[in-house]
């Protein structure tokens, strides 16, 4: 029958190898970003963010880059370990107008990282 | 470090039935959100919530939903009648300010029978 659900791109890497992790996102009037980490029953863990201000922000092994031009981020995660398998969201922002912050979320990439 | 608390973790209910869903956010964070994740599928936004007041809702958040903080601790979702459709992971969320990014709780699943 058919499967219901989205099917994830997914990523396998080796330990040790840099990994890159890319999204398209929708609306250009999108002012924040966010990736976020989301293990198996777990809730989405915060990763690293950019303000739409800014095209390259680098954390501890992390860097994301925004190409505002073709609305399009990336996550790049330096010598991925084995703790680093999971599913990785992108989310955008557009403050509509409101008090504080709706995210849409992107439907994921699943990272397995190979010992 | 400082976390958004969910309970509880599963919680099954017959359709038709009420449930709340109970999240504390970090202490001093003014801004809240509810999220569900169905199996498998994107993260979706409910609604966000501020100054004790909804900011903002989306499609799914209809007249079966609602939000309250009882006290100036806890962060409620209540579902009035629930439906199989209901079942998903639900998410609270909080944040700072519009300048800090999220946090979210670990999240209830909920399993409509």
């Known amino acids: 029958g058919e499967s219901v659900g989205l099917h994830l791109p997914t990523l396998s890497v080796q330990e040790g190898d840099n990994s890159i992790i890319n999204c398209a996102y929708s609306?250009?009037?999108?002012?924040?970003f966010i990736w976020y980490k989301q293990e198996s029953g777990k809730g989405p863990q915060f990763i690293i963010d950019?303000?739409?201000?800014?095209d390259k922000r680098q954390g501890q092994r992390v860097t994301v880059l925004l190409n505002k031009t073709v609305k399009h981020l990336s996550l790049q995660i330096a010598a991925t370990q084995p703790g680093d398998s999971a599913v990785y969201f992108c989310?955008?922002?557009?403050?509509?107008?409101?008090?504080?912050?709706?995210?849409?979320f992107g439907k994921g990439t699943l990272l397995t990282v190979n010992p | 470090e400082p976390e958004v608390t969910q309970t509880p973790s599963h919680q099954v209910t017959q359709m038709g039935q009420e449930v709340i869903l109970r999240c504390v956010p970090i202490?001093?964070?003014?801004?809240f959100y509810w999220y569900r994740q169905i199996l498998g599928q994107k993260v979706e936004f409910l609604v966000s919530?501020?100054?004790?007041?909804?900011?903002?809702k989306s499609e799914i958040f209809d007249d079966q939903f609602s939000v309250e903080r009882p006290d100036g601790s806890n962060f409620t979702l209540k579902i009035r009648s629930t439906k199989l459709e209901d079942s998903a992971m639900y998410f609270c969320?909080?944040?700072?300010?519009?300048?800090?990014?999220?946090?979210f709780g670990s999240g209830t699943r909920l399993t409509v029978v």
């Open positions: 969320a909080s944040s700072e300010s519009r300048e800090n990014g999220y946090t």
């Open positions: 609306n250009s009037a999108s002012d924040y």
């Open positions: 950019i303000r739409s201000n800014m």
């Open positions: 989310a955008e922002n557009l403050d509509s107008g409101g008090s504080n912050y709706k995210l849409t």
């Open positions: 202490s001093n964070h003014l801004y």
């Open positions: 919530f501020y100054n004790n007041e909804i900011s903002e």
